[in-house]
């Protein structure tokens, strides 16, 4: 049993360690893979690695736990958890046959609905490793997943936005000024979400109070959230802080989530808590997941796993606790994990695909750091892909610069570019809303109004300075 | 032409800009971004890509460093490299920047104490992401911060100044150790951000090793002229380092309380959209 996965081309037969090993080299090619020394030595065996894949059963990932059921909580998650009569439509397939089962019109929205709790992260991990990048637009595109919170997100033909208003250091009228002039782009119906520069308690409390604030004079059908760690977000409900939504970064091992301070049992605590809030109106969904490819690597927590199977299978503890929205901040990391704009597109596209099809509301941070091969025009393209492809939601900053976090994300101009090409609408509760603060002066072609509504005019008041260009 | 409507609409809102560095109130044509504010952003974006792949000029940091009185002659600036062969490894295997290459270490190692105590602290200038950033602040900084360690002491002993291309703040650990240095202090050319492309980072270890971790070091960011200015950034390091070799250790055991502001849960969260 040294090589039990081998494959014939010719009179050439490769030979793969173990599954982990097939999967890690038919991955297409990424920095993160080459730094974690997991990847295809070569672009034919990246190929021979996909060919042996698509020979494997699906049934085979039930049989054969890529990191040990014992010693790793999200895999007994993951196959404690598995529906065998939900996976019977697909249980005779191989991960090739997967493939076209997916294309072919036999996979309905409906059916791929009730497929979900049979899939595992792995399988999905597998056949995306198959599939180019249009595959992965087309079935993602078959997945509907609705949620819910204060509207009502992922409806088929909307796309809703994160309005996210980061300053340097915190202070409430430059987040603010980020805010109104998110709002006034039509921006915020995914959540108002903060990344604090201060991450503690008494500021999260602080930056709670102040979206509430905004949040409940405007009548925003919307909801707010700071991103700080789950133990904090506890403490501030505790000490009765408006808590929205909850909070965290989670990975797909176990060791990952304990480097990120927390376990399973950590996020169910919270997720009681903020249910116990009562402070939803349209839906029960309260949980913010943010994911990544690479940060298993980077936590060195990876158990010799490729990055974008450790990423799916953060999908599993994401749906275990009913999230309202699951963000995969694909560009975020780094080169040293994706290392141009042909990587981070590519990476987008298959966590898309991978959170849709085991019933995640997936958005995406379509984002760049300055280090890396990719700029603007990659961001277009990837945002256009998924705009395609039916992205839940994506991230709105001013001007594309996130003057906090030093990276570079979708604009509130991004998204009425993508609203307008595609014609993709807000939130049906925040798409009236924006109607009737006359924010929009033309909903269906999603115009701002050119005027300051009334409603914001006098906030403006008295704020020196002229109300024009400088 | 009956359109009278103008092409470009600027937002009413834009004055909100004093609150904030945030590119509020850009405006539109239609609903994209205006000619200007397009190229104000890529201009800022072709800075910071810049800082990024611009290789540092070591000759003429070291020139610097001598003009400065930091060193009585440019050359002896001990100029080393990582692993990493280019800047394209270098961005996709962090670990080879965070080790010497092999003739580096050996041009070091004539220069390591053979027997007897080290020196008190290694002064490691790194280029890291922003060469910009290392090439117009490091000199100044090394300066002042020695200028500030005379001044209050006087005995320190200081390791021979180092500067490396291709580096990662790790890389200070494997110099420190073959120096025999009690601390390392790493200058670095933090990752470049669109609105600050030439941000400096120090980072301290006590006790430097090739595995120290990132939780062993105290950090200080954003050193440039238009972030933490030289004096202040050096008062903040010349109490990391006292602090450091009085408890002799660094990383989250030793806080830095120069910038230790404490907060209260009553503050404020009013502001000019929720004023009454």
Redesign the interface.
Same mark, same amino acid.
């Given at each position: 049993m040294s090589h039990p996965y081998r494959y014939q081309l010719g009179t050439r037969t490769w030979s793969f360690r173990n599954l982990g090993d097939v999967l890690a080299k038919a991955t297409p090619a990424r920095?993160g893979d080459?730094?974690a020394g997991v990847a295809a030595s070569s672009a034919e065996e990246r190929v021979v690695a996909q060919m042996c894949l698509a020979d494997i059963p699906l049934k085979r990932f039930l049989n054969e736990a890529l990191v040990p059921y014992e010693s790793d909580e999200v895999t007994r998650l993951i196959l404690d958890g598995h529906d065998a009569q939900a996976f019977a439509p697909v249980s005779h397939l191989t991960v090739g046959g997967f493939r076209n089962w997916l294309l072919s019109d036999h996979a309905t929205p409906a059916v791929l609905k009730a497929l979900r709790p049979g899939l595992t992260p792995e399988m999905v991990a597998a056949v995306s490793k198959l599939m180019r990048n249009q595959d992965l637009i087309l079935v993602a595109r078959k997945c509907e997943v609705v949620t819910g919170f204060r509207n009502t997100i992922g409806l088929p033909g909307r796309l809703s936005t994160r309005l996210q208003?980061?300053?340097?250091t915190d202070?409430? =009228?430059?987040?603010?000024?980020?805010?109104?002039?998110g709002l006034?782009y039509g921006n915020g119906d995914a959540v108002i979400g903060i990344n604090p520069a201060?991450d503690?308690?008494?500021?999260t409390?602080?930056?709670l109070?102040?979206m509430d @604030?905004?949040i409940r004079?405007?009548e925003i059908p919307t909801q707010s959230c700071v991103l700080t760690h789950v133990t904090n977000t506890l403490e501030a409900i505790e000490?009765g802080a408006p808590v929205d939504l909850v909070f965290q970064s989670i990975g797909g091992t176990e060791a990952t989530n304990r480097s990120f301070g927390f376990d399973l049992a950590t996020l169910s605590e919270a997720r009681e808590a903020a249910l116990s809030l009562n402070r939803r109106t349209v839906g029960n969904n309260v949980m913010y997941f943010e994911t990544g490819q690479g940060s298993a690597l980077s936590a060195n927590a990876h158990h010799g796993i490729d990055q974008q199977t450790c990423e799916a299978r953060a999908y599993a503890v994401a749906r275990t606790f009913a999230p309202l929205l699951v963000n995969t901040v694909v560009g975020f990391i780094? *080169? @040293?994990y994706l290392?141009d704009g042909k990587e981070i597109i590519r990476a987008g596209l298959e966590d898309h695909f991978c959170g849709k099809l085991l019933g995640l509301p997936m958005g995406c941070d379509i984002c760049y750091?300055?280090?890396a091969e990719a700029?603007?025009n990659d961001m277009d393209n990837l945002l256009t892909l998924l705009g395609v492809a039916g992205c839940t939601f994506i991230m709105g900053? *001013?001007?594309?610069?996130d003057?906090m976090l030093?990276?570079?994300t979708t604009?509130f101009?991004d998204a009425?570019?993508a #609203?307008?090409v595609l014609g993709l609408r807000p939130a049906p509760e925040f798409e009236q809303w924006l109607t009737r603060m006359r924010i929009f002066d033309d909903a269906e072609r999603? @115009?701002?109004n050119?005027?300051?509504p009334d409603a914001?005019g006098l906030?403006?008041r008295?704020?020196?300075?002229?109300?024009?260009?400088? | 032409m009956t359109e009278k409507?103008p092409i470009v609409?600027?937002?009413?809102?834009?004055?909100?800009?004093?609150?904030?560095? =945030?590119?509020?109130?850009?405006? #539109?044509a239609g609903?994209?971004?205006p000619t200007q504010?397009l190229l104000k952003?890529?201009l800022?974006?072709a800075q910071?890509?810049d800082?990024?792949h611009c290789p540092l000029d070591v000759g003429q940091l070291q020139a610097d460093l001598a003009a400065a009185g930091v060193v009585a002659r440019p050359e002896d600036v001990l100029s080393l490299a990582s692993a990493a062969p280019d800047r394209a490894t270098y961005?996709?295997?962090?670990?080879l920047g965070r080790a010497l290459s092999p003739s580096s270490g050996e041009r070091l190692s004539v220069h390591a104490p053979a027997v007897g105590e080290g020196p008190d602290l290694a002064i490691v200038i790194v280029d890291g992401?922003s060469s910009r950033a290392v090439q117009s602040n490091a000199a100044p900084m090394v300066a002042r911060l020695i200028t500030d360690l005379d001044a209050e002491h006087g005995e320190w002993r200081l390791a021979p100044l180092t500067v490396v291309e291709q580096g990662r703040v790790a890389i200070g650990d494997d110099i420190g150790a073959r120096l025999r240095a009690r601390a390392v202090l790493v200058l670095i050319g933090e #990752?470049?951000?669109?609105?600050?492309?030439d941000s400096l980072g120090a980072y301290l270890t006590w006790k430097p090793c090739i595995g120290r971790k990132d939780a062993d070091r105290n950090c200080v960011s954003n050193i440039r002229p238009a972030g933490l200015d030289y004096a202040n950034a050096s008062q903040r390091l010349l109490y990391l380092i006292r602090e450091s070799f009085r408890r002799k250790l660094s990383g989250v055991a030793l806080k830095d309380r120069t910038e230790e502001?404490v907060?209260?849960?009553t503050? @404020?969260?009013?502001?000019?959209?929720? #004023?009454d």
């Open positions: 920095s080459r730094l208003p980061n300053h340097p202070d409430v =009228a430059g987040i603010a000024a980020s805010i109104l002039d006034l201060t503690n308690v008494s500021q409390i602080k930056l109070r102040m @604030e905004v004079k405007y000490q780094g *080169p @040293e290392f750091t300055n280090h700029d603007q900053i *001013p001007g594309s610069d003057i030093n990276y570079q604009s101009h009425l570019y #609203r307008r999603f @115009e701002p050119t005027a300051l914001f906030a403006l008295g704020i020196p300075g002229r109300t024009g260009h400088d | 409507r609409h600027q937002n009413p809102w834009r004055k909100l800009r004093q609150f904030t560095d =945030a590119r509020i109130g850009l405006g #539109r609903i994209s971004l504010e952003f890529q800022a974006h910071a890509i800082a990024v961005l996709q295997r962090p670990d992401l #990752r470049p951000g669109l609105s600050s492309p502001v907060i209260d849960s503050i @404020e969260s009013k502001n000019f959209l929720t #004023r």
